[in-house]
């Protein structure tokens, strides 16, 4: 950290004189705002082009107001431009003002707009940045009083997670039983929390290292303060300490900031909430002159610990708080908007707004729900429509692909390679760059070509196996000495005593793994060979006993790379191909259709916005569910709404009736969230006949050409296209009256089904409430039936829900699939 922080004035005496400065207590601050300006002065520039909700967010500048601001509403321009007013005005010094944003990033840029708006005055502005930024100004200024030296350091993760590793053995306890970074989180959430070691609750104690966790939190902060450091959370849980030992410093402080902007507030955690609250405080009567901007519909990060509650008691926290609400949107279609808001609306925690846009267009289109039989098809479809809007000459870069789940992201990739499209991951590597696939990938090189050294050197000591990198370089220069590959040489070392017996051992059992898989090259699966590497490697085991947040992604991602090998001839085969997709152009200039998460997503905004994978289970995502019960769904809910929201003029949903989960094919329902999502602003796109979707598009009340129009699933064989893929294939083996009926009869909403009659469909009716949930059609199944399913086997029905049926089966333990994709066996 810059030694340079020291140097920034207290109280502002780096100010020239003050001009209309303001005496403490003397007045409202609106009738000094009054006195301090010129009345002939026109309306200065910055002002211009607000709208008045806008306009009455800048100038409210007395007391506490929470800007709710939604999507595309121009909250950046309102936080800006509330600062150069408040400059403009002579209300306060740069360095009275305290604007807390959440990176990096976004301070610099505020910063470079507010540069533009009133000059050089924002150099002076000390208190502009990150949380973290102003807890480490606020820290090193009074380091002593925290019992730190002002030269202190600030550990990263892999310093934390090494120190509690140290503090865990040291008390005798197994650290594969009692990981060093699970201790390590649940130190982080505490700290998000505001918790020290006397203060966390006591079933958090017991839930580490039976019992232990309270006094090796205690050891931990010895640990730092005897090193002089910190870690992250202490930058803000410090301070808070700080400020509550010493009144009279906090007293300073809140004398000093004149001023306190918040940016992102439905972000901010239990730590950061309280650390404003101490700074805002005022002795009545005055008023703190705190402004908060967020949007409670936007809060997507509670699994890292925020809160949307604080924003949701804003009001309360600061009695009198004037709420002003940004609704006019200047980013989406009245559809994209209409669809969102809808969605939304079925939240119960938020504070609510309606957004809405003046440009308003007959012609722009609705939202687009997709069905699809399986991933295959959806990344198929999508490709396809992508290329069909660059042909009308839509750039690559006004297109996005938001996932719920980054191994979602691997079948777009491999489809852009095949088309040509040229794509870029946003927010983490490619599905071929990741850690884990690289890792798995140096495996695979090597069984396949022994001579590849840079594949053998990456995972010799993957999982470790005490072959440190003196062990390494010896087998390195044994190969290069003799001119041999390393593991050539590796094989010629363990029968010699060159090594010490340990690593000696360890490589042994490395060499002996890869005859093995070699030989079985020659007849096993490449899919089953490459399982059995990752199993008997101890790679599997690695992550499943890794107790980061991240191990369960990776374990799903080492899954779909399995699965993904299942489609190639073998394991050569599989290399080649995916050589040539890492070969693709990762240009940033480049014009390229973006993939991300959707909470990779959050601030960005594209032209065409395809959103895949809207099915039960993974969207909302079941861990989500499980975890945080109501308030879990009602993030996912607004997560779905970041999502939808992200899109300008086009926006397409997509769901799938089979999706490869953990491995395995497995039916889906399509997401509840399709049934929130309202008809007058989403039309059911009709579907190519090789997809061979469920989803229905068509009419309403019995008559066709309704508001969805007319749809090819309006007939008596959807699966009657000549598409050959596995998927089509599935699809014509299941296309049984029970199948034509698999999402029931719907109202109101989206997606429906088509009632079939003797002489063909019926004109399709909407009665019911969409597709996630029960049909209310009566399975021709019954209890105890003896079925057979395409991918589980043979079974027994043991429950029937409408025309879901519990399966009971011989192999693949019970599932729940619907009834049209099983068969009674011996028919």
């Not at 400059?87 to 990176?103: C, D, E, K, M, R």
């Not at 804003?314 to 002003?324: H, L, N, R, S």
């Not at 399709?764 to 399975?779: H, P």
Request: with cysteine; glycine share 10%.
């Amino acid at each position: 950290m810059s030694s340079a922080d020291d140097d920034i004035p207290f109280f502002g005496d780096d100010d020239p004189a003050p001009r209309a400065q303001p005496a403490a207590g003397g007045g409202s601050i609106a009738a000094r705002a009054m006195a301090a300006r010129n009345a002939s002065r026109p309306t200065p520039n910055y002002l211009s082009g607000l709208n008045p909700e806008q306009a009455d967010a800048v100038e409210s500048i007395e007391g506490p107001v929470l800007v709710l601001a939604g999507a595309g509403t121009g909250k950046t321009r309102v936080l800006t431009t509330r600062i150069a007013h408040i400059l403009n005005l002579g209300l306060a010094y740069p360095s009275q003002i305290l604007s807390v944003t959440f990176t990096n990033k976004a301070a610099r840029e505020m910063k470079e707009r507010i540069g533009v708006l009133v000059g050089g005055a924002v150099e002076g502005m000390p208190w502009l940045g990150t949380f973290h930024s102003i807890g480490v100004k606020l820290l090193r200024r009074h380091a002593e009083l925290a019992n730190l030296r002002s030269d202190f350091t600030i550990l990263d993760t892999d310093d934390v997670v090494r120190l509690c590793k140290q503090l865990i053995q040291a008390e005798g306890i197994d650290d594969k039983r009692w990981p060093a970074r699970q201790f390590a989180q649940m130190i982080d959430g505490w700290k998000n929390k505001g918790l020290g070691p006397a203060e966390i609750p006591e079933g958090d104690s017991r839930g580490f290292a039976n019992g232990k966790g309270r006094a090796l939190y205690t050891a931990y902060q010895a640990r730092l303060q005897t090193l002089n450091a910190v870690d992250f959370g202490d930058l803000l849980c410090q301070p808070i300490r700080l400020f509550r030992a010493n009144p009279d410093v906090l007293k300073e402080y809140q004398q000093k900031f004149r001023f306190i902007l918040v940016d992102e507030y439905q972000d901010t955690n239990t730590a950061q909430y309280m650390w404003l609250r101490l700074l805002a405080q005022r002795p009545a009567p005055e008023r703190p002159n705190i402004c908060c901007v967020g949007d409670d519909d936007q809060s997507i990060y509670g699994w890292r610990g925020a809160e949307v509650e604080n924003i949701l008691r804003f009001d309360k926290d600061f009695p009198g708080a004037k709420v002003i609400r940004l609704e006019r949107n200047y980013r989406s279609t009245e559809h994209i908007l209409g669809a969102a808001g809808h969605l939304i609306s079925h939240n119960e925690g938020r504070l609510g707004k309606t957004l809405f846009t003046e440009q308003s267009n007959p012609e722009h289109e609705r939202v687009h729900v997709h069905a699809a039989w399986d991933s295959e098809e959806e990344a198929r479809a999508i490709g396809e429509e992508i290329e069909q809007a660059q042909n009308k000459g839509r750039a690559l870069n006004n297109m996005a692909i938001l996932v719920r789940a980054s191994f979602q992201m691997r079948e777009f990739e491999e489809r852009f390679v095949t088309l040509g499209l040229n794509y870029r991951v946003i927010g983490g590597p490619r599905f071929y760059e990741r850690q884990e696939i690289r890792d798995a990938m140096a495996f695979f090189r090597v069984v396949s070509q022994p001579a590849d050294d840079l594949a053998f050197e990456r995972i010799v000591n993957v999982p470790k196996r005490g072959l440190g990198e003196a062990a390494v370089r010896q087998i390195h220069d044994a190969a290069r000495a003799r001119g041999i590959p390393m593991l050539a040489a590796a094989r010629d070392l363990i029968l010699t005593d060159e090594l010490k017996p340990r690593p000696r051992k360890s490589l042994t059992d490395v060499v002996e793994m890869f005859t093995r898989w070699q030989t079985l090259m020659e007849t096993a699966p490449g899919h089953e060979l490459a399982e059995t590497i990752l199993e008997e490697s101890g790679y599997t085991e690695m992550w499943q006993n890794d107790r980061a947040a991240d191990a369960p992604t990776r374990l799903e991602n080492l899954k779909e790379l399995v699965e993904t090998i299942s489609g190639f001839e073998s394991l050569r085969a599989f290399l080649e191909h995916v050589a040539l997709v890492m070969d693709t152009d990762n240009n940033p200039d480049l014009d390229a259709v973006s993939i991300m998460t959707l909470h990779s997503a959050k601030g960005l905004e594209f032209e065409t916005v395809f959103l895949p994978g809207w099915e039960e289970g993974l969207f909302p995502h079941q861990r989500a569910l499980d975890e945080g019960g109501r308030s879990g769904l009602e993030e996912e809910r607004r997560l779905a709404y970041v999502g939808l929201t992200r899109a300008k003029l086009f926006c397409h949903i997509w769901f799938v009736s089979n999706r490869r989960i953990h491995g395995l094919w497995q039916s889906t329902l399509p997401s509840r969230f399709l049934d929130e999502l309202p008809e007058a602003h989403v039309e059911v796109a009709e579907m190519d006949t090789g997809y061979g979707g469920y989803g229905r598009g068509g009419s309403f009340g019995g008559q066709s050409g309704g508001p969805y129009g007319a749809s090819r699933f309006d007939r008596a064989e959807p699966f009657s296209g000549t598409y050959n893929t596995p998927g089509w294939k599935r699809a014509q083996a299941n296309k049984t009256d029970a199948a034509r009926d698999n999402w029931g009869t719907r109202s109101g909403h989206a997606v429906e089904r088509i009632a079939y009659g003797e002489s063909g469909p019926r004109g399709s009716t909407i009665e019911g409430e969409l597709v996630a949930k029960s049909t209310g059609t009566t399975s021709a199944y019954s209890v105890g039936d003896r079925v057979f399913h395409m991918k589980f086997g043979n079974g027994n029905i043991a429950v029937i829900d409408g025309n879901k049926l519990t399966i009971d089966f011989d192999k693949a333990g019970q599932k729940r699939v619907l009834d049209g994709f099983v068969s009674r066996v011996g028919t």
